[in-house]
């Protein structure tokens, strides 16, 4: 099972900022088959990123994906006040998919 | 608009049964592999199981295996979970979520996923 930790647990920022956001796979992960969501309260998650680096289909482009292997980033360039939420990746390229434990952004 | 609809959580006993089904529209449901994933109160997603396309390949989390059953009716446009054996531990909400394509390691992600559905196991 391939297990993924993201850091920081809480990233404390204000509108405008940029956030980078970890997440480290161990072991790592097949073809860069990993994905970023997004969650607010009380919602389901939203597709953000798959394939580590592309944007899925209505994210703005204040949103990057990079990495590969073992070490994974997901950047937010400036942050507006809607993207205050909690964030997690997910690896699909071996069974079972597995999610990290989730990054809180926070203002 | 493609739109996920679960339905038949609610409270269960320890070792009972329940089966949790899923309605999709608006896209095209006999081209798409289907999953659950479930997220227990405060924690963060677990896949639970998956389908292909074609009902051809399936997958479980080892913390199901044995127990959770799924399968789908694409004629009807429904995904289930039939869950058997309920522990405490299974207590969660429960997301259906399709995924980008048909089958495969680089379609197992999730682009839509529905609102959820409470499962409470206690006695």
């Known amino acids: 099972e391939i297990v993924l930790t993201q850091s920081p647990g809480t990233l404390s920022l204000s509108p405008g900022e940029r956030a980078t956001l970890s997440c480290r796979a161990s072991p790592s992960v097949t073809s860069s088959y990993l994905a970023w969501y997004q969650q607010k309260p009380g919602q389901a998650p939203r597709l953000l990123i798959y394939d580590a680096s592309s944007r899925a289909t209505g994210i703005p482009d204040r949103f990057s994906g990079s990495g590969s292997g073992t070490d994974f980033t997901l950047t937010i360039s400036r942050l507006e006040p809607e993207d205050f939420a909690v964030y997690y990746c997910q690896q699909y390229g071996s069974s079972p998919l597995t999610f990290g434990g989730g990054t809180n952004v926070e203002i | 608009e493609v739109q996920l609809v679960e339905s038949g959580g609610g409270l269960v006993q320890p070792g009972r049964s329940l089966r949790l089904s899923c309605v999709a529209s608006?896209?095209?449901?006999?081209?798409?592999?289907m999953h659950w994933v479930r997220q227990a109160p405060g924690k963060g997603p677990e896949w639970v199981s998956g389908i292909s396309w074609d009902s051809g390949s399936t997958g479980y989390a080892d913390s199901v295996k044995g127990r959770f059953t799924i399968s789908r009716d694409s004629a009807k446009k429904f995904l289930y979970l039939q869950m058997h054996s309920l522990r405490s531990e299974d207590t969660a909400l429960y997301y259906c979520a399709k995924a980008p394509g048909g089958v495969g390691p680089s379609s197992n992600y999730f682009d839509y996923w529905g609102q959820g559905i409470l499962v409470t196991v206690s006695s």
């Open positions: 608006g896209f095209t449901f006999h081209d798409y592999g």
